[in-house]
């Protein structure tokens, strides 16, 4: 069964201090993996989208990364704010499928 | 450009009647999806549309769910006699055919049967 999996389920970190949120799935043959950010009460957000073939890809303070022969992303956050509070999803599109499967998300707080 | 558009955004209705929720994909998305978030749980996938493709319907919960679409275009979810389990957002995203950019999601529609 395809699954993902997100540790932690929720974390709470002081303004300033670097993260990391780590994402897990079943199966290495992926065909991508995406970052997303949903606010209370929004949609989603895309973040950053690493395509199997990649290892890892950037966006400002965000860098995502991929190992598919472990089955684990990560997603590093520089510097944290206040601002990047958010529940953080990470999806998985399996090579022989078209849907995305999420993970529950890990909720984040950044305590000014 | 637009992104992906729902309406309404949000919907009241009473257990037993039929809900038409609507999306509008990014012009130019040949692929579009549902998904739905229940409260405190995952998105789940519900149905995919790819051109004119059949559509993969793996993922509706049941026969009182369905969808269509009209080409590249619009597409509706109808949930005929709404139960109080259907309470949840509903999500639409679009992509290109192979998906290469990624989804891109609408802000979603709330669904409160009462």
């Known amino acids: 069964k395809q699954e993902v999996t997100q540790i932690p389920a929720a974390l709470s970190v002081p303004e300033g201090e670097n993260l990391v949120l780590n994402c897990s799935f079943t199966?290495?043959?992926?065909?991508?993996l995406q970052w997303f950010r949903q606010d209370p009460g929004k949609g989603l957000t895309s973040l950053l989208l690493?395509?199997?073939?990649?290892r890892e890809q950037t966006s400002g303070r965000l860098n995502a990364s991929l190992d598919k022969s472990s089955g684990r992303s990560t997603l590093y956050i520089a510097a944290s704010q206040p601002g990047d509070s958010a529940t953080y999803l990470c999806?998985?599109?399996?090579?022989?499928?078209?849907?995305?499967?999420f993970g529950a998300g890990t909720i984040l707080r950044v305590k000014s | 450009g637009a992104g992906v558009s729902q309406s309404p955004s949000n919907k009241v209705t009473e257990k037993g009647k039929d809900v038409e929720l609507r999306c509008d994909p990014i012009?130019?998305?040949?692929?579009l999806y549902w998904y739905r978030q229940r409260l405190g749980q995952g998105l789940e996938f519900l149905i995919y549309?790819?051109?004119?493709?059949?559509?993969?319907k793996s993922g509706l919960p049941s026969d009182r769910f369905s969808a269509e679409r009209t080409g590249e275009s619009v597409s509706t979810l109808t949930i005929q006699r709404t139960q109080q389990e259907d309470s949840a957002v509903y999500l639409c995203?679009?992509?290109?055919?192979?998906?290469?950019?990624?989804?891109?999601f609408g802000p979603g529609t709330r669904l409160t049967v009462t």
């Open positions: 995203a679009s992509s290109t055919g192979l998906g290469l950019q990624g989804q891109y």
């Open positions: 199966d290495s043959a992926i065909y991508n």
């Open positions: 690493i395509q199997s073939s990649q």
């Open positions: 999806a998985v599109r399996w090579e022989y499928g078209n849907k995305l499967v």
């Open positions: 012009s130019g998305h040949t692929a």
């Open positions: 549309f790819q051109g004119n493709s059949a559509p993969d």
